[in-house]
């Protein structure tokens, strides 16, 4: 059973325009969020992460939003870059920072088109 | 930076042969997780160590065994491969409530 969902395969938007990247999950255990951008022969990158006790983070062009009561969580990048294209994974771990282990979405492929 | 190192980048091998992957985790970090990422899959927790102790274990097959060494390296050991093995092998390390950094990882393909 997927907690942690990705129901968006692909997302594509123009350069300077907002991109959306939607993320649900199931397990109320959960309390630290992060977004990975993974490119191509790449491992998963570190983007931003949100704990369960705030509803927004923000840094520069991302801004990552959690509705705890809806178990959904959103990452938007503004303005977005073509250099931005690439594989977003959503992930929860059940304790602060990350420090357990992750469970991941299927990842959302974001195309950023010039 | 130094960031963690994952080797070989790629493997080939057949069924019920051996496999090892080696991980050397970010200088200072304390704790190395193994993840398995099958074709159009999210990545699958395997199993992590912490202080070179084992500290939680996923959906990790017997066939599977892994450990940290002294040096904080860590190595997943793989026997009696099967088809399903083919997979991208991703290790990360990580430090006290900091967020999991990753390596490249290992593309093993079984044959």
């Known amino acids: 059973d997927q907690q942690v969902k990705q129901n968006s395969p692909s997302l594509s938007v123009q350069e300077g325009r907002i991109s959306i990247l939607n993320c649900d999950y199931t397990?109320?255990?959960?309390?630290?969020f992060l977004w990975y951008k993974k490119y191509p022969a790449e491992g998963p990158t570190f983007l931003i992460s949100?704990?369960?006790?705030?509803d927004k983070n923000e840094d520069g062009r991302f801004t990552v939003f959690l509705n705890k009561s809806a178990k959904h969580l959103s990452l938007h990048i503004v303005p977005s870059q073509p250099g931005d294209s690439a594989v977003y994974f959503c992930?929860?771990?059940?304790?602060?920072?990350?420090?357990?282990?992750?469970?991941f979405g299927k990842g959302t492929k974001l195309t950023v088109n010039p | 930076a130094a960031g963690v190192i994952q080797s070989p980048r790629h493997l080939i091998k057949e069924k019920r042969e051996t496999a090892t992957l080696k991980c050397y985790p970010i200088?200072?970090?304390?704790?190395v997780y193994w993840y398995q990422q099958g074709p159009g899959q999210d990545p699958q927790f395997l199993i992590s160590?912490?202080?070179?102790?084992?500290?939680d274990k996923g959906s990790i097959p017997d066939r599977f065994s892994a450990q940290q060494f002294s040096d904080y390296h860590s190595e997943l050991n793989m026997s009696s491969l099967e088809l399903g093995d083919s997979a991208l092998y991703f290790c990360?390390?990580?430090?006290?409530?900091?967020?999991?950094?990753f390596g490249d990882g290992t593309r093993l393909s079984i044959l």
């Open positions: 160590f912490y202080e070179k102790m084992q500290s």
């Open positions: 990360a390390s990580g430090y006290s409530n900091q967020p999991q950094h």
């Open positions: 200088p200072r970090h304390d704790t």
């Open positions: 397990n109320s255990m959960f309390d630290y």
């Open positions: 949100i704990s369960s006790i705030k």
């Open positions: 992930a929860a771990s059940a304790r602060s920072g990350g420090s357990e282990k992750l469970v």
